[in-house]
Structures are given as C-alpha cells and as structure tokens.
C-alpha cells in the first residue's frame, strides 16, 4: 500500500522527532496545551494516539521517503520493520512531500481488496 503527497516533506530531524519514537501522537503536548490553557477536555486522549505506527498492523515492513519543501533540503529514506529500530539514509532525487510504503503481512493482503 502506497500512500504519498506533495506537500511539505520532512527534513531528517523532523524524521526523528515524528517517527522515531513509536506512536509519537503529539498526545502529551496536546494534555500539557490544554491544561494550561484550563481546558477540561482531555478525555479525547487516545482516540487518535496510534496514527502512523498503526501501520505495522498489517504491515511488515514500512518505508517513508520524503523531502522538505524547506530551500536546499535534501531527501531521506526512512525504514522500519517495527520490531528492530529504523534507520535513515540520505536519498538523491526525490520530489517535495512524503510517500509512505507499507509491504503487507502474509495475512493482511486481503486489505489490498476494493472490497475491504
């Protein structure tokens, strides 16, 4: 499954900030904004918490490629198997945005289906 954009990409240190901690949703900072702000409202916490790592579900295996639309930014492979870390590599020739490849699981490619 392949899903991509155009949009703003990610440098290297955003690669690391939003995929290298596992299920990193931005959930504790929102708690610590809304609370300051006192704002009683973080019941919603974990309704939406699992976001990209979610994809090792049915994937074995994801690859995130991108390129910041920052000036100069140079392009990056991300690679995880989620169970072993990631690593990063710089990767010549990619277009602005992210596109992300998720390789199914052996009992998950029904999800490549219409269907489903």
């Given at each position: 499954?392949?899903i ?14 939003n ?33 990209f ?28 198997n ?16 992210t ?18």
């Amino acid at each position: 499954i392949t899903i991509e954009d155009n949009g703003l990409g990610m440098t290297k240190e955003e690669l690391i900030a939003n995929l290298g901690t596992i299920a990193r949703s931005g959930s504790k900072e929102f708690i610590k904004n809304v609370s300051s702000a006192g704002d009683n409202s973080t019941n919603v916490i974990g309704q939406f918490g699992v976001g990209f790592y979610s994809a090792f579900m049915v994937g074995s295996h994801v690859t995130v490629l991108t390129k910041s639309a920052k000036p100069g930014s140079t392009g990056y492979v991300w690679n995880s198997n989620g169970a072993d870390g990631y690593d990063i590599k710089e990767a010549a020739g990619l277009p602005r945005g992210t596109r992300i490849v998720i390789q199914l699981k052996d009992d998950a490619l029904e999800f490549c289906q219409k269907d489903r």
